[in-house]
């Protein structure tokens, strides 16, 4: 049992890595062991992520929490003081200003704020804020999908649709998980 005198300290986590590998799923597992632990999360996604639900967010396995779809990061800093927890998902879709409200969050509401994002976009280039997430926090994790082409571990989101959008929302009909050799080979091919 903690005493009265226990530190409430804040903290940066960072899930990262490819499409389909199991950053969301990431993210909602350490949400649910907070809320076990009875404590009180917020948890936010962009709100041009409707992919599966306009509210939750969803991983591609339909696990799923309650959350807010916001448009600015700086929406965040309206969390209630009794707040220990915060999670956010699809974080590379956020601008640069997510930095400064994720150390706010942590430094002086003295909150774990646990992120998960795509670390690389379709052309395999650092995505959105995240490349500052990962150097701030205490904590990061790249998880890894499965190639489809070879079976090595996959860190290449795949786009098999012809745009050239920056953000194209997508699943399996839109993406695919490469590893370094079949993403490379792939991008030969296609001429980038």
Avoid: W
């Amino acid at each position: 049992m903690f005493s009265e005198s226990f530190k409430k300290t804040g903290c940066i986590e960072v899930i990262c890595g490819s499409m389909f590998s199991g950053k969301t799923e990431e993210l909602i597992r350490r949400l649910k062991r907070a809320q076990f632990a009875n404590q009180k999360i917020a948890v936010f996604k962009p709100v041009v992520d409707n992919r599966y639900s306009d509210v939750d967010v969803v991983s591609h396995d339909l696990h799923s929490v309650t959350s807010k779809p916001i448009s600015s990061p700086s929406e965040m800093l309206n969390i209630a003081d009794d707040v220990q927890v915060v999670g956010i998902d699809e974080a590379q879709f956020f601008d640069s200003s997510l930095v400064e409200v994720c150390k706010t969050l942590a430094n002086e509401k003295k909150v774990r704020v646990i992120i998960a994002g795509l670390d690389t976009d379709y052309l395999g280039v650092p995505f959105g804020p995240m490349p500052q997430l990962m150097a701030i926090a205490e904590d990061v994790q790249k998880v890894h999908a499965i190639c489809v082409k070879c079976g090595s571990l996959a860190n290449h989101s795949h786009r098999l649709t012809k745009s050239k959008e920056l953000v194209v929302l997508g699943e399996k009909d839109s993406y695919e998980p490469l590893c370094r050799e079949c993403y490379n080979r792939l991008k030969e091919a296609e001429g980038r």
